[in-house]
């Protein structure tokens, strides 16, 4: 708490002892609890980048990283004993010990790696989203760290920073999956207990191109997050009309070649537009070209969808 003066200032005001917090805070933290001494979660501290950028890395080696982290250690350990034994431990991982958080040690790169990259998709679209939104009025540092916090904190921490309903809908569907995901989840392009290497290019670049496919419930997943960038303006102005639910219906429908839509009411309109008449065409009929641009592409994937019934292999959910 010495790092984060406003943090101190902050309890001060709510008569909150600065031990207890921190103790609390962090145990909860690293555990992935989510339990925080205050009323308002995380939202109070939302200027407190130094608050942040310390219960950040306790989050993820509490909970994405953990594996990671063990595995440094065993290398460590063997490093500073010389025993064989241990680094053969840390190479084999769980298959050496049994023990489930243990991974082998190409598997903990390619956690990490792909704890990485969740991070940056997530943090650059509420950058993308909220910068002029839900972040309005901070700064730029401020910005991008609460775009971190919330970014690692999605991955079932869940201490927000921001009040999460005044999120972009696109934000708020990317959260959603990755709240779903395992917390080891990892793209692991490998066999798993291949231990010999393939030096055949054509059979490598094969492999590597297959295990690029992701399965069919992330590529409808992210054709929902393209439709809600899309057709934010409307979201916002039209939310009766024009909400999550009803953009999924219709995405879904169109990859399932059935047809169905929730239609269009003039009458749910929040701000009643004089010239709008109810017609009986789809609910997709009101989206932006671009909008309608993506609902074709769900249209040919869904006449193709017998192609991608074997994707997202090289996804470990574990």
């Excluded at 999550?244 to 995405?251: A, R």
């Amino acid at each position: 708490m010495h790092a984060a003066p406003g943090a101190r200032q902050t309890l001060r005001r709510k008569a909150l002892d600065v031990w207890t917090f921190a103790v609390f805070t962090t145990v909860s933290t690293f555990s992935s609890c989510g339990y925080m001494p205050t009323n308002e979660n995380m939202i109070v501290f939302k200027r407190d980048v130094p608050l942040q950028l310390l219960l950040a890395p306790q989050a993820l080696v509490g909970n994405t990283l953990f594996p990671p982290l063990l595995a440094a250690c065993v290398w460590a350990a063997a490093a500073a004993t010389g025993r064989e034994d241990l680094a053969e431990v840390a190479r084999k991982g769980r298959e050496a010990t049994g023990y489930y958080h243990l991974l082998p040690a190409r598997w903990c790169w390619m956690l990490a790696g792909t704890v990485v990259g969740f991070i940056a998709v997530q943090a650059a679209l509420v950058c993308a989203m909220e910068w002029g939104g839900a972040l309005q009025g901070l700064s730029a540092g401020e910005k991008v760290s609460n775009a971190l916090f919330l970014a690692v904190n999605s991955r079932h921490t869940g201490e927000a920073t921001l009040d999460l309903s005044t999120l972009a809908p696109a934000v708020l569907v990317l959260f959603v999956l990755m709240m779903y995901l395992p917390p080891y989840t990892t793209w692991f392009p490998f066999e798993e207990n291949s231990t010999t290497r393939d030096h055949s290019t054509e059979r490598q670049g094969i492999r590597f191109l297959k295990s690029t496919v992701l399965s069919q419930l992330s590529y409808l997943t992210v054709f929902v997050i393209a439709i809600c960038i899309t057709e934010r303006r409307k979201l916002k102005e039209d939310p009766l009309n024009f909400n999550v639910l009803s953009i999924i219906v219709e995405v879904v429908s169109t990859y399932g070649n059935v047809g169905f839509s929730m239609g269009y009411s003039c009458s749910r309109q929040i701000n009643p537009d004089q010239l709008c008449t109810d017609r009986s065409t789809g609910f997709v009929g009101r989206w932006s070209n671009s909008g309608k641009l993506i609902l074709i592409i769900v249209m040919f994937f869904g006449r193709l969808k017998k192609f991608s019934m074997k994707g997202g292999k090289a996804w470990k959910l574990s």
